[in-house]
């Protein structure tokens, strides 16, 4: 075996193992996805995008790393280790047995040369559980999923008396004052448009700057950082272009309530939704819960879906709404002649 290493994606026999081995991947690995993080690391950080392969002696792509180099400290993160991304991985050609991956775990790990700062590991990640070279932190960060394979209501039947009280008082406040809703989804075989796009980023820019207070810092920081969250963020560019991204959008008399944005697995059978967020104006009458229990039953009646997940963080509603918790890990390498 050997190590190879790509400095530039646009490589044919990178993009075809590449798409090999994502069919039981995670969204947040798709080749698509990881080059729109390589164009946005290569051309707006310090750090210099780099992919690492595994290579057989017969010249086959065993594994994938995607990683970055930060030049100063002398080290290696994992690419997708950033703001927008749940977690992160290599990848593996599914032609491989276990004690093959294991030797090509650690062949990589031994021969990378260099210290190793990852974050955001999956938990069952191979990287994980067949290293014997790398120490493991294996509660880096929680994330949330919903899975909802015994059925909608029973799931939410499943919830706490108080919280399936607050999902019918949202209800009954919307047919008290007469607020009539629909979900609009957006997904493959019916692509958001700019208008609609431009509508949610608004929405989703007035949330996050309320919620963080940055628009105390003035106007100029304000515009700025709304031009980088519309335009230049890797995980905007994948949410409005990429064929798999899912946009569920509660709305009512064409104003948005609530909406969520997530990309959908190449099995169909889960949904990753890094971003989910509400209209303060209509912060009374619950529209996130809305959005959760209409957007389920949506999934349920038309296709395979039958996971949610919320991705990084337990917040309380993620809990309320029967989330369970998984985690991701850490791994600090340190090659021999570095280590003290």
Not at 30 to 44: C, P, R
Not at 94 to 114: A, M, P, Q, T
Not at 173 to 199: C, Q, T
Not at 266 to 280: A, F, G, S, T, W
Request: with cysteine.
């Amino acid at each position: 075996m050997t190590l190879r290493i790509f400095n530039t994606m646009d490589n044919q026999e990178l993009h075809d193992a590449w798409l090999s081995m994502e069919r039981n991947s995670s969204p947040f690995l798709f080749y698509d996805y990881i080059l729109n993080i390589w164009k946005y690391v290569k051309y707006f950080s310090f750090y210099f995008p780099r992919i690492v392969c595994v290579v057989s002696t017969k010249r086959e792509i065993l594994m994938i790393v995607p990683l970055r180099w930060d030049a100063v400290k002398r080290r290696y993160k994992m690419l997708a280790d950033l703001q927008g991304c749940s977690h992160t991985d290599a990848l593996f050609s599914h032609s491989l047995s276990e004690d093959e991956k294991k030797r090509c775990v650690d062949f990589f790990f031994k021969n990378i040369g260099y210290e190793c700062k990852f974050k955001r590991i999956l938990s069952d990640s191979p990287l994980l559980r067949l290293s014997q070279e790398a120490a493991v932190n294996a509660k880096d960060s929680d994330c949330v999923k919903i899975d909802f394979q015994g059925g909608v209501d029973n799931l939410i039947k499943g919830l706490s008396k108080s919280v399936r009280q607050n999902i019918r008082t949202a209800y009954n406040r919307m047919k008290r004052d007469e607020i009539e809703f629909e979900l609009v989804i957006y997904d493959i075989s019916n692509p958001i448009g700019a208008d609609s796009w431009n509508r949610l980023m608004g929405v989703y820019l007035d949330r996050l700057f309320a919620k963080y207070k940055k628009s105390r810092l003035g106007p100029i920081y304000k515009y700025t950082h709304s031009l980088k969250y519309r335009y230049v963020k890797h995980d905007t560019k994948s949410l409005r272009h990429l064929p798999n991204s899912f946009h569920a959008v509660l709305m009512t008399n064409g104003d948005i309530m609530s909406f969520l944005s997530a990309f959908m697995s190449h099995d169909k059978n889960e949904l990753m939704v890094p971003r989910l967020c509400i209209n303060d104006k209509y912060s009374f009458y619950s529209p996130g819960y809305i959005l959760l229990v209409e957007t389920l039953h949506y999934l349920e009646t038309n296709g395979a879906c039958r996971v949610m997940d919320l991705c990084r963080g337990s917040e309380k509603y993620k809990m309320d709404m029967g989330g369970q918790i998984y985690y991701t890990a850490s791994i600090d390498y340190k090659p021999i002649n570095n280590r003290k």
